[in-house]
């Protein structure tokens, strides 16, 4: 059972309030997983999708290999613009904003020395009668200084999600041994 999850102290995780409106740890799928090889990769894609799921979520460990700032994350191909609101820290300066893009813009940092790690769900991907929220938490640790953010964003179509693709921004490569893993919700 995972750490969150289980009991603590003689308490459930239900106890400390964990588990108010998140998946059960068994209803997580394994999907996919992308592992960089070398030469690294300019985009990771996820494709033909099923609509067999309530949400998804993707877990990565990654690095680009230029440091770019942030990545992006395109739908189903799409230009359409999305709402992206995002709060982003380093320990001695917070930042928060908003921006309008065909992409959804996850924070990060910029060190080539570190991964940074990230969890991204996609609520309701596959309900076609509302429009699809995004949203991710991530970091990263620079020996004792790093980065933490946390963003969302409203893909503003009720077009189910079939296919996703992540890139480094301004088109940076995604450095060797970067991985990324899909899981469906059920």
Known sequence: MSPILGARGGLAASAYGFTSGA???GNYESIQTVTVGSG???????????ATYSHLQVRCMY???????NIGMTLNGSTTP???HYLYGDG???TA????SNLFTIQAGANATIMYGMVIDLLDYSNTNKYKTLRSLGGGDFNGSGVTWLSSALY???SAISSFTLQGSGGQLF???SSFALYGIK
């Open 40 to 50: 690294g990769a300019a985009n990771i894609t996820f494709s033909s999708i099923a």
């Open 97 to 100: 904003g908003s921006t309008t």
């Open 175 to 177: 450095t060797q041994y």
């Open 92 to 94: 001695a300066t917070a």
């Open 23 to 25: 998946a059960a740890v």
């Open 82 to 84: 999305s709402r992206v």
């Open 63 to 69: 690095n680009t290999i230029t440091n770019a700032d």
């Open 156 to 158: 503003a179509t009720t």
